[in-house]
């Protein structure tokens, strides 16, 4: 009996340290593809920045998602995207390199709030926001921070062609943006290839209902 007992015992060890090298490994593997994802994004929104921003940049502007009831997503520096209590709105803001990204009351300047749809590239920032019951729309230029208003969006369309971007002519919600850029394995601007600009315009609208990265 007591020999039966033991093989058991052996047994039982055996399996739950096989349960834990597998876990491990997968939290390993799935480390390594945050990793990538990060740097990848990085990368790629640095492509035409300075080198002096670029040393400027805190590893954080690029991972760090929020707290809590408060969310955050990296545009080209020094712009970033904030959401309070839910993401169906977000606030453009500037972000100041002097202070850590993790106090967004210091560290941070708001240009513009209420933005419900947008797209973006590396280059160019397009959106839409609502300013009382009126909708907008408006065309951002990250090198030089000028912006555009427009009446209609495809005036704004049409002006982001003009501007450089060659990219799908259609605006995402506020979540579905924040859910793409932190699904690391996959590209966060254009996730279904670039389109003929010849296509109608029209807007996506699928709604997610869970958030992108784990809260802090």
Known sequence: MRSILVLVLVGTCF????????WRADRKARNEKIVAGINSRRAYLEKYLSQNSVRSIPEAFYSYDGFRDWWRMPLVFPYQLLCVDTKERACLEKYDARYPVEDPNKSASQLLH???????????????????????????????????????ERSMWEAAGT??????????????????????????????????????????????????????
């Open 163 to 216: 501007a450089g971007f060659s990219g799908r002519p259609q605006l995402v919600l506020v979540e579905e943006m924040f859910r793409r850029y932190y699904a690391y394995e996959q590209s966060f601007v254009e996730p279904d290839g670039p389109a003929n600009r010849s296509q109608p315009i029209r807007s996506e609208t699928n709604r997610t209902s869970s958030a992108a990265a784990s809260r802090r």
């Open 114 to 152: 209420g933005i419900c749809r947008l797209r973006t590239d590396n280059k160019l920032l397009m959106f839409e926001w609502k300013e009382g019951d009126n909708l907008k729309y408006g065309l951002l230029v990250y090198a030089s921070g000028s912006q555009s208003t427009f009446g209609d």
């Open 15 to 22: 399996v739950g340290c096989g349960k834990v090298q597998k």
